[in-house]
């Protein structure tokens, strides 16, 4: 069994640092609520916003501008208790058939059971690219920051600027990457209790609702806005402050890091799922 807090040096002053560099964003400009028929609200004069799911119907937002490259970091508490059935879903995803999309998936669980945390890479259409974590904090007790960096090398998932899992770009090898769709960041609280917790043994109960998950500090201050067919950004990273995401990679330090939550905190890993991909696995597991 991992350790849940054998590690609290090392963790805390990211924690701290994340909440230093937390941005009071508004999130009428940045965000749109897009379903749910008044189950989703932006509430404090924009400084927060929820989601509520209900037996009726979920709830749902999606940003303003499209994105191609950025780096983009939202703060979520989860639905606390008895969250099983439900899936808080944040993600970037482009439109049509061979879209693109970079997701972080929420899978709710009764309580006391820690939430998973569930990721995945589509590119041009195709996905099958799991990874899946627990926590090392309860995601409900507080508000906790999720960031997605993608540029044209690599796309970093983080939690408290704590990276746990690393997407590169491995055109190189045959394998697909996100580098031609712009897209929207989206978020949903929705009832999949067919599948999302224990495949589906366990149920919502719906004397628990309303569920409610809660968001704030949406930052995409480090984005290529893209508009009419072309990017705010240059057309050639540089090493300056402002475009420094561009060309970002993770350092010594931050490895170690992510070696730790793999380590310990990993659960599933598509590229380790020989049952799964019986004639090999994907071009980028080699990588």
Known sequence: MAPKFSTATFILPFLIISFIKAVSANLHKDIDITWGDGRARILNNGELLTLSLDRYSGSGFQSKNEYLYGKIDMQI??????????????????????????????????????????????????????????????????????????????????????????????????????????????????????????????????????????????????????????????????????KGWLIEEIDAKRREKLRWVQKNYMIYNYCSDVGRFPKGFPPECAI
């Open 77 to 242: 508490k989860l639905v606390p208790g008895n969250s099983a059935g439900t899936v808080t879903a944040y993600y970037l995803s482009s439109n049509g058939p061979t879209h693109d999309e970079i997701d972080f998936e929420f899978l709710g669980n009764i309580s006391g059971e820690p939430y998973t945390l569930h990721t995945n890479v589509y590119s041009q259409g195709k996905g099958d690219r799991e990874q899946q974590f627990h926590l090392w904090f309860d995601p409900t007790a507080d508000f906790h920051t999720y960031s997605i960096l993608w540029n044209p090398q690599r796309i970093i998932f983080s939690v408290d600027t704590i990276p746990i899992r690393e997407f590169k770009n491995s055109v190189f090898v045959g394998a697909a990457y996100l580098n031609r769709q712009p897209m929207r960041i989206y978020s949903s609280l929705w009832d999949a209790d067919d599948w999302a917790t224990r495949g589906g043994l366990v149920k919502t109960d719906w004397s628990q609702a309303p569920f409610t998950a809660a968001y704030r500090n949406f930052n995409a201050n480090n984005a290529c806005v893209w508009s009419n067919g072309s990017s705010s950004c240059d057309s050639s990273p540089t090493k300056g402050e402002k």
